[in-house]
């Protein structure tokens, strides 16, 4: 009987081990050869349901046993745990199908170890600050609320009292839907409530365009929670907001240039725009191209998809108070890229063909030399020059290619399919453009970018007349998000360095690429550039963006869920002029154009750098370019975009070094400029024009 006993005993016992055993089977698919597009399945056997899916990909929800949109060719953590605590954890991996594929699969681990690099938190890191967003109140709001709801709702009743405790999962209030009827409000977490609504009061009224542009229209309530909650991705993971090392690099240094160069950005303004108009030109000077013909080159290189998509996205993740954080940071910049510019004049060569060489390389390895610094001036110079050699054929090429086609597509829907032809015809028409050189170039971006910036800034300007009511609300809108941001929005810190980031990324002040251009000016004083440099963040960052921004906030397209980039700037235009979204695709083809061909003069002159400056090799380096052209308007891209987009913040790094060193020299050189600029002795049009008429 005993033996019986614990033979059963033991049997149960096993089974019950068995049961508390987890075993996870991973089940990975790739539907197609597109990229980002596999997904995995879990089954788990044992343990005790519900379980609780923890996967390494944030977008994926805890109750999800499938992961979908995930990156072909890397390894997914998924980490189970059954309703007793019991946990196991597995590796899976979607195998590529496609050479995209594989190409997106490998750049992805090289993009994320770059990005914990760039965005590397030094705060964080020791301790004076801590990136987890943590909620201490919520808005109570209207359930499954949207921006282009068409829709009245009503309070119709609160189910607590003014100032009362409730519990998580509490009835708070009922609202009435003209198009749902009744709906229940419910309690997050548990807290104090707070009524900032009177039963019968309209709380969200489509018709009403005060509600339309006003920031949280939609809420009627707060929840003031008894603890800090932790807010969380999908998946678990708590949601952080970091001070990015890169963004304090690039923001300090704008400031710091800023100060030293005695707030170049006012002063020198008025007289930057008569060197834009050509009042200073020198037509005998040594140079190739005028003032405003780099000014145009330079412009075109950053006025692209950046004011356009970028805008939208610091709109969407920090709200309308990232709109003031972009301004400040074109207002910056503003004297970053002044002090490259004049350096990038100072130390250009100009070789017995007449070809110009210029830029950070230059200035890197001879200014540096100049100060007993010639090792360090090398290296900088070379590791800048790999960096703008990468981002040419990245970012510079095949992301705006890439965008291009995609908008083309979207708006004309016979081109779909067509991206390899797109790209045929677009390699062709920047390979006339760039065999021609500078000179060729800069004809071309004169040209195209008063064109494209009028057309853009004339249909921002439409959009906010026709809301111009709602000019009240949307800047007490930016004002209040700037320094009063929710934690939904990253609060203050969030919002300031999500502006900071779009604007600096937009007007790439720091980085060094408008140096090059600038260098080939018909000028014999070099800080002339530096004015006429600082004005591109104005027109880049201060102008376009601020448009971009505020007919996004005046239609209330800052609201929408679920949308950034390009398509919330296409639909705040269509809100109001149907038919833009079509010049607006035209505008985004002539941004994207302007900006290959002016990046692949930089390339072109990083790449002369490093590999000679023989004819072979820039028809080499021309060559690559146009084919790289191609390739972007073919292919999905994915993190190999990323990966070029890392390089040009790389390119600051060197650069900024630089500028350090040698902005006592700059300082020097400016004083004196603007001594002889006060003393008239510089060379004026209008003024060497009235002498010779008085010539007998």
């Not at 940071?329 to 060569?349: D, I, N, P, V």
């Not at 210029?358 to 590791?383: C, D, F, S, T």
Request: charged share 15%.
């Amino acid at each position: 009987m005993c033996k019986y006993l614990f033979t059963i005993i033991l049997t149960l016992h096993l089974v019950n081990l068995q049961a508390q055993d987890l075993e996870i089977i991973t089940k990975p698919g790739n539907p197609s050869t597109l990229i980002n597009d596999g997904y995995i399945e879990a089954e788990v056997k044992g343990g005790t349901p519900p379980y609780t899916y923890r996967w390494s990909n944030p977008s994926t929800p805890l109750d999800a046993n499938k992961a979908e949109g995930l990156v072909e060719g890397i390894n997914y953590t998924l980490t189970v745990e059954d309703s007793n605590g019991k946990t196991a954890t597995t590796k899976a991996k979607v195998k590529s199908q496609s050479v995209t594929e594989t190409f997106n699969g490998a750049f992805t681990p090289l993009v994320e170890g770059l990005t914990d690099f760039l965005f590397w938190d030094p705060f964080a890191a020791i301790g004076i600050y801590d990136p987890v967003v943590y909620n201490k109140s919520k808005n109570v709001e209207i359930p499954g609320w949207k921006a282009d709801v068409k829709d009245k709702f009503t309070l119709q009743e609160w189910k607590t009292g003014d100032r009362q405790h409730v519990n998580k999962g509490d009835t708070l209030a009922t609202v009435q839907s003209q198009n749902r009827g009744a709906i229940a409000v419910v309690a997050p977490e548990n807290g104090t409530i707070k009524h900032s609504l009177k039963e019968g009061a309209v709380i969200f009224d489509a018709q009403n365009p005060e509600d339309l542009i006003e920031t949280n229209a939609h809420v009627f309530g707060q929840i003031k929670y008894d603890e800090p909650v932790i807010l969380t991705h999908p998946n678990g993971a708590p949601q952080t907001h970091p001070i990015p090392f890169i963004v304090i690099w690039l923001v300090v240094g704008a400031a710091f240039f800023t100060f030293k160069m005695g707030f170049i950005n006012i002063r020198g303004f008025k007289h930057a725009l008569g060197l834009a108009r050509g009042k200073f030109d020198e037509d005998d000077a040594p140079g190739k191209i005028s003032h405003f013909q780099a000014f145009a080159t330079a412009t075109s290189a950053t006025v692209g998809l950046g004011n356009i998509a970028g805008v939208a996205i610091a709109i969407s993740l920090g709200g309308p108070g990232a709109t003031f954080w972009i301004i400040i940071a074109g207002f910056l910049g503003m004297s970053s890229k002044f002090t490259e510019c004049t350096l990038g004049l100072k130390y250009r060569h100009i070789a017995k063909n007449g070809k110009i060489f210029g830029g950070p390389m230059n200035y890197l390895k001879y200014g540096l030399e100049r100060r007993n610094m010639k090792n360090l001036g090398k290296v900088l110079a070379a590791v800048f020059a790999i960096f703008c050699v990468a981002f040419s054929f990245g970012g510079g090429n095949m992301f705006q290619a890439n965008q291009s086609y995609k908008i083309l597509a979207t708006q004309f829907p016979v081109l779909e399919g067509f991206g390899f032809w797109v790209g045929v015809i677009l390699a062709i028409l920047v390979g006339v453009v760039i065999i021609g050189g500078i000179e060729s170039i800069a004809k071309v971006t004169e040209k195209i970018v008063p064109f494209m910036a009028g057309l853009y800034i004339f249909g921002a300007l439409v959009v906010i007349f026709v809301n111009i009511g709602n000019i009240g609300q949307a800047f007490t809108a930016i004002w209040d998000g700037a320094f009063n941001a929710t934690a939904m929005k990253g609060g203050f810190i969030g919002v300031l360095v999500v502006g900071f980031q779009r604007g600096v990324f937009s007007n790439e002040a720091g980085t060094g690429s408008a140096a090059i251009a600038h260098s080939a000016v018909k000028t014999n004083h070099p800080p002339s550039e530096g004015f006429v440099g600082l004005l591109e963040p104005f027109v880049d960052t201060i102008v376009v963006c601020t448009l971009t921004a505020l007919v996004i906030i005046f239609t209330g397209k800052h609201e929408a869920q679920g949308m950034g980039g390009v398509e919330l700037t296409s639909e705040a235009f269509a809100s109001v002029i149907s038919w833009f979204p079509y010049l607006l695709a035209i505008a985004v083809l002539l941004f994207a154009f302007s900006s290959m061909v002016s990046w692949s003069y930089y390339g072109l002159r990083s790449w002369t750098y490093l590999f000679g400056k023989s004819k072979r090799s820039e028809l080499a380096y021309k060559l690559v370019f146009v084919v790289f052209v191609v390739i972007g308007a073919s292919i999905s891209l994915g993190a190999v975009l990323d990966f070029s987009d890392m390089m040009i913040l790389s390119m600051s790094f060197p650069n900024i070094i630089g500028l350090y060193i040698m902005s006592g020299e700059v300082r020097n050189d400016m004083n004196n400029y603007l001594k002889k600029l006060r003393n008239g002795e510089l060379f004026q049009k209008d003024k060497a024009s009235k002498e010779e008429e008085a010539l007998p």
